[in-house]
Antibody, heavy 119, light 107 residues
Framework: QLQLQESGPGLVKPSETLSLTCTVS??????????WGWIRQPPGKGLEWIGS???????YYNPSLKSRLTISVDTSKNQFSLNLNSVTASDTAVYYC???????????WGQGILVTVSS | EIVLTQSPGTLSLSPGERATLSCRAS???????LAWYQHKPGQAPRLLIY???SRATGIPGRFSGSESGTDFTLTISGLEPEDFAVYFC?????????FGQGTKVEI
């Protein structure tokens, strides 16, 4: 059974960089059929697609976050990561990682991690 | 980007009743690439429907999806106790992918 688990600090100071890692177990991140994404949900708001990455390193970033965003993959550790710089309180959210297969919607998600941006 | 508007915000029903949830897109969704998810607190979202009307693997038959133009509907025919949760729609046919605000189905 595929599982995804987000990890990282739960508190980040304004103007600093938010860094999260998603560890994939029960399957290979190097699968040619899948790519891997990040989604977030601010408190009381809807979900937002952040971006995605293929095992080769090819990425897609939501234009609304592109200037501050880096998504990377480490196939040796079966992990992919999110870095969002210059954060503000509006980046406070539950962050999810997920798997996508081909032209299908995300089918496996992590449980999410709450990241609060505050001094 | 495509805006998805879900209604109602909250649906109060009893077990055994039928739930009808709506998701309206601000423009046409490419290839009917519209999905529905169930989300319970502290859990990973669960994919229910993809392609507007196809049930995901292992999803019970009481869950069904339909579309009419830019209007999409999730129907739960006969609510089970475990079905009380938040449901959200997502379009994955146009970049950036977007989500609805969610509908809470409560007892």
């Amino acid at each position: 059974q595929l599982q995804l688990q987000e990890s990282g600090p739960g508190l980040v100071k304004p103007s600093e960089t938010l860094s999260l890692t998603c560890t994939v177990s029960g399957g290979s991140i190097s699968s040619t059929r899948h790519y891997w994404g990040w989604i977030r949900q601010p408190p009381g708001k809807g979900l937002e697609w952040i971006g995605s990455i293929y095992y080769s390193g090819s990425t897609y970033y939501n234009p609304s976050l592109k200037s501050r965003l880096t998504i990377s993959v480490d196939t040796s550790k079966n992990q992919f990561s999110l870095n969002l710089n210059s954060v503000t309180a509006s980046d406070t959210a539950v962050y999810y990682c997920a798997r996508v297969e081909g032209e299908a919607p995300p089918d496996y998600w992590g449980q999410g991690i709450l990241v609060t941006v505050s001094s | 980007e495509i805006v998805l508007t879900q209604s109602p915000g909250t649906l109060s029903l009893s077990p055994g009743e039928r739930a009808t949830l709506s998701c309206r897109a601000s423009q046409s969704v490419s290839s009917s690439y519209l999905a529905w998810y169930q989300h319970k607190p502290g859990q990973a979202p669960r994919l229910l429907i993809y392609g507007a009307s196809s049930r995901a693997t292992g999803i019970p038959g009481r869950f069904s999806g339909s579309e009419s133009g830019t209007d999409f509907t999730l129907t739960i025919s006969g609510l089970e106790p475990e079905d009380f949760a938040v449901y959200f729609c997502q379009q994955y046919g146009n970049s950036p992918w977007t989500f609805g605000q969610g509908t809470k189905v409560e007892i």
